[in-house]
DNA sequence: TGCCCATATGGTAATATAGCCATACATTTT
DNA sequence: AAAATGTATGGCTATATTACCATATGGGCA
């Protein structure tokens, strides 16, 4: 056995986390929350998708923290809960510009 | 609708490398290859799960182009293709730091 | 009160993921 | 050449994820 319980279970959390992140539309919506807030029916007619899928994709990025929602009458306002996305979308970004690279080379 | 295809197809991508982080194992692996290059058995000696589930789990990496391997004789060794992961990693410490603090809010 | 609008939730079916075992393949050792 | 070691892959099952539909809930308005 590699590992204690103790630090498992901090991948664990991690793991979820990133398991939030790891979906098309939830990243377009978190991309698009970097602007302003927006409400359910917003990030529905952005993301194009049943009501219901979003607002599932929206519990799901709240559960693990990623955002926070706000009522306004029978409007529900979402906004990202942390600043530090920044740093995680650059590093999507780098592999995947490496990976462009990569190819261009095979083709070469 | 309210995206274009190529928006669409880029969320992809990113999604898909997103996903790969998305398991306590490979988020593990991941981490120990920051230390040195490792082959096979020992990330499996450390990951402790079946070889062939540490092999998929390296596949997975290796094709999102997160590590890259090289043959050594009858080992492969893996590592990192991307220093980038600090700011991926800080950024899941902060929300889950975020988390924890409101937890305790709650409790007080 | 009754009717719309905005959102969340339960149900369900299709698909994806994860793990293990068995096994194939390549390399090293005897 | 045969046995042993290190890795990858196919098969299979269990579980998780996703999307949609139908519907419940709650607010605003006529």
Redesign the interface.
């Known amino acids: 056995?590699?590992?204690n319980i103790k630090k498992?279970f901090h991948?664990?959390?991690?793991?979820r986390?990133?398991?939030a992140?790891?979906?098309?539309?939830?990243?377009?919506i978190l991309?698009a929350l970097k602007e302003k807030d927006q409400c359910v029916c917003e990030l529905t007619?952005?993301?194009?998708a049943d009501q219901s899928t979003v607002s599932k994709h929206l519990a799901i990025l709240k559960n693990?923290?990623?955002v926070e929602d706000r009522k306004e009458g029978a409007m529900v306002y979402y906004r990202n809960?942390?600043r530090?996305?920044?740093?995680?979308?650059?590093?999507?970004?780098?592999?995947?510009k490496?990976?462009i690279k990569?190819q261009q080379k095979m083709v070469l």
């Open positions: 056995m590699g590992m498992r991948y664990e959390a991690r793991a986390v990133a398991k992140l790891a979906h098309p539309s939830r990243l377009l991309d007619e952005l993301v194009g693990v923290g990623l809960r942390c530090c996305l920044e740093g995680f979308f650059e590093c999507i970004e780098s592999v995947l490496e990976n990569v």
